[in-house]
């Protein structure tokens, strides 16, 4: 209850003198959240569904490492998240420092998603209890 309080807290993210905004733009980045958080999940859950050579061959080969002839920041990052999936913390490391790193904030966006959602619902459903009751 106190994280859905956080995130209700506008005041706290704005200055005192200007506006909030109005509610369409609220219901807007929070169905963008959403929407992004889900596709978060699905990026985690992804090495549990394929396989890391199928998964080699769907993905197109970076384009700044064909380009520079360098890796990029993110190369490594499939081959580490599917690492992590099995344990292999190490060699999730070596493949791509950030890679453990962007794979928590998944799993904590999604989870904290999840529990805005159930929130959300649970909300919305003692509400249409209550007014059926009346």
Request: charged share 15%; aromatic share 12%; glycine share 6%.
């Amino acid at each position: 209850m106190a994280l859905y309080r956080f995130l209700r807290a506008e005041k706290f993210f704005r200055k005192a003198d200007t506006p909030a905004p109005s509610r369409t733009v609220r219901q807007a980045f929070f169905i963008s959240w959403v929407i992004m958080s889900l596709a978060g999940i699905l990026i985690v859950l992804t090495p549990f569904a394929v396989a890391q050579a199928q998964m080699d061959r769907m993905l197109p080969p970076c384009q700044w490492q064909v380009l520079y002839h360098k890796p990029c920041p993110f190369c490594g990052m499939t081959t580490g998240f599917y690492h992590l999936c099995r344990g292999e913390g190490a060699k999730a490391l070596k493949a791509n420092a950030l890679a453990p790193w962007l794979f928590g904030l998944f799993i904590l966006n999604g989870l904290t998603c999840l529990t805005v959602l159930t929130l959300k619902l649970s909300a919305f459903h003692k509400k249409t209890i209550s007014r059926k009751g009346t």
